[in-house]
């Protein structure tokens, strides 16, 4: 079951833009988590979010959460192109300790 | 240096056959998972392992198999019932509700 659903599938910027990546999810969560993913390589934690947090910051990284719309977005400020690699949303309903995984979103920084 | 091995990198399976893949870890999680990844498509969780000599099936479990004999390691065979092995297939733990994944096993069918 695919709980989380990124938007766009990719995007394509210059370096020096922000990059904006949208998340919408299905049920009640307890958290919402980022991460990133390099071609070929294992995903690595960005950031998490809990149900009772709308913002939360960490480096370039803006993360926020409408609970009411169940929707997050990531935005990346100040893009650079070692940025370019897929973004994934992991929501957290608490159930087992499993994580959901959204299909991504291909980021490119062109530079 | 602590983190998650997966080996090997890339692997073949020949018709009928079952074959392991190893993930491996020194950060003592108790819980540990394995997801598998298709072009395009986020991750999907094949099992999953929360203390040791317990495990759970996850969303996708037909044709996998798994053991978790000792905290640091969770092998999952691929076995000759899995019509559609080829993928991209990762091994994870976890700590509080953050995952640490490995760098992922290639698998394909010759």
């Known amino acids: 079951s695919q709980q989380g659903e990124e938007d766009p599938q990719a995007l394509s910027i210059q370096e020096g833009e922000n990059a904006t990546m949208n998340c919408s999810y299905k049920?009640?969560?307890?958290?919402l988590q980022w991460y990133r993913q390099n071609s070929g390589r294992g995903l690595v934690h960005l950031i998490l979010?809990?149900?009772?947090?709308r913002e939360k910051h960490s480096g370039r990284l803006r993360v926020t959460l409408d609970t009411s719309k169940k929707s997050s977005s990531l935005l990346i400020t100040a893009s650079r192109a070692a940025d370019t690699a897929s973004y994934f949303c992991?929501?957290?309903?608490?159930?087992?300790?499993?994580?959901?995984f959204g299909a991504g979103t291909i980021l490119r920084v062109k530079s | 240096d602590g983190g998650i091995t997966q080996s090997p990198k890339y692997l073949f399976r020949k018709e009928g056959q079952n074959v392991t893949l190893s993930c491996e870890q020194n950060?003592?999680?108790?819980?540990m998972y394995w997801y598998r990844q298709d072009p395009g498509q986020g991750l999907r969780l094949i099992y999953y392992?929360?203390?040791?000599?317990?495990?759970q099936k996850g969303d996708i479990a037909e044709g996998y198999s798994v053991s978790r004999e000792k905290k640091e390691s969770f092998p999952l065979t691929v076995t000759s019932a899995q019509k559609n092995p080829t993928a991209f297939y990762l091994c994870?733990?976890?700590?509080?509700?953050?995952?640490?994944f490995g760098s992922g096993t290639q698998l394909s069918v010759l």
């Open positions: 994870a733990s976890r700590r509080e509700e953050k995952l640490f």
């Open positions: 049920t009640s969560i307890n958290n």
């Open positions: 979010i809990r149900s009772n947090e």
């Open positions: 992991a929501t957290d309903a608490g159930y087992g300790n499993k994580l959901v």
């Open positions: 950060l003592n999680h108790d819980a």
């Open positions: 392992s929360q203390i040791v000599n317990d495990f």
